[in-house]
C-alpha cells in the first residue's frame, strides 16, 4: 500500500511513515526522510539549542549527561578505548593535531577519525563537518566484523 508525503508530494510505502494513532489511516502525513528534516532543523531554532544548553547545566541534565556516557562506554567499548589512546598520544606529545582537515583542507580543529577501531593509531585529521559526511556514508570497522 501507498500514501503521499505531505511535505515531499512523493508516493511512499506506507513503511516509510511513523505510526501515528490520531491519524484516520494510523500513520503521519510526512514521511520518515521528511520528519526527520524537519526535526534536526527545529532542533537548531536559538531557543531551543539555548534551552539545552541551560537544561545540560542543571543538576538533573548534568546526571543526564553522565547516563549517556556510560551507557556510550558499555555499548562501544572499542570506539571508547580508541579515543582515549588518541587522547593519551596526543597529551603525551606522541600525536600532534594538525590545524587542516585532511579531507578538505580547511583550517580548524580536526577530529580523529577513524575508519578501523581494530587500529586505533591509524587516524584521518577531518573537519566536522567531513567527518559527519564520512559517517552518514560509511560505517567504520569493529573488532566483531573483521575477518
Request: one cysteine or more; a positive charge; glycine letters at 4%.
Amino acid at each position: 500500500m501507498h500514501k503521499r508525503c505531505t511535505k515531499c508530494g512523493e508516493s511512499k510505502e506506507y513503511s516509510q511513515f511513523q505510526i501515528r494513532r490520531a491519524s484516520k489511516d494510523g500513520l503521519s502525513s510526512a514521511c520518515k526522510h521528511c520528519l526527520s528534516i524537519y526535526d534536526k532543523q527545529r532542533a537548531n531554532l536559538p531557543h531551543r539549542v539555548s534551552a539545552r544548553k541551560n537544561y545540560q547545566k542543571t543538576d538533573k541534565g548534568k546526571e543526564a549527561i553522565k547516563r549517556s556516557h556510560q551507557n556510550f562506554i558499555k555499548k562501544f567499548p572499542e570506539k571508547r578505548k580508541a579515543h582515549v589512546l588518541v587522547d593519551n598520544y596526543i597529551r603525551g606529545g606522541k600525536l600532534i593535531r594538525p590545524k587542516f582537515c585532511e579531507k578538505c583542507n580547511c583550517e580548524c580543529t580536526p577530529q580523529a577519525h577513524h575508519n578501523d577501531y581494530t587500529k586505533p593509531l591509524e587516524i584521518t585529521w577531518l573537519c566536522t563537518k567531513c567527518h559527519s559526511e564520512w559517517h552518514k556514508n560509511n560505517k567504520p570497522i569493529y573488532k566483531n566484523e573483521a575477518a
